[in-house]
C-alpha cells in the first residue's frame, strides 16, 4: 500500500529556511518521479517542483525558482525539498506526490507558517 509521510513544517520568519522530508513506502520510489505541491488555505492545490527517478533533472514552479531545491535519496526511500528565502506567501501545507498511471497518491502533508 502506498504511503507518503511528510515532515519537517512549522513556523518561521520571513527570509528564513526550511527543509522538508517525504518518507516513501509501497511502491518503486527508485522507479517513480516526484512531485512537491502546496495548498495555501482557501487555494487550489499549487504544483511547486518535480524530480525524475534517478534526480537526473528537477524543474520548478516560478514562484519556486532560485529558492527552493527539490532532491531525493533513494537509497532510503525519501524526498526533499529545501526551501530559502521563505516568504509570507509561501504560507501553505506542503504535499510530496506520486503519479501512478491516472491516479495521484499524496500524503497527509506538512505545515508550513511564514509569518513575522
Known amino acids: 500500500q502506498v504511503r507518503l509521510v ?3 513544517g512549522g513556523l518561521i520568519h520571513p527570509g528564513g529556511s526550511l527543509r522538508l522530508s517525504c518518507a516513501a513506502s509501497g511502491f518503486s ?6 512531485n512537491w505541491y502546496r495548498q495555501a488555505p482557501e487555494k487550489e492545490r ?9 534526480g537526473g533533472w528537477t ?9 527552493f531545491t527539490i532532491s531525493r535519496d533513494n ?17 501553505a501545507v506542503y ?11 499524496w500524503g ?3 505545515q508550513v507558517t511564514v509569518t513575522v
Do not use: H
Open 75 to 91: 537509497n532510503n526511500n525519501t524526498l526533499y525539498l529545501q526551501m530559502n528565502s521563505l516568504k509570507p506567501e509561501d504560507t
Open 46 to 54: 499549487e504544483w511547486v517542483a518535480v524530480i525524475s527517478r534517478d
Open 59 to 67: 524543474n520548478y514552479a516560478d514562484s519556486a525558482k532560485g529558492r
Open 108 to 110: 497527509q502533508g506538512t
Open 6 to 8: 511528510e515532515s519537517g
Open 95 to 105: 504535499y510530496c506526490a506520486l503519479r501512478l498511471g491516472v491516479y495521484d497518491y
Open 29 to 34: 520510489f527508485r522507479n517513480s518521479a516526484m
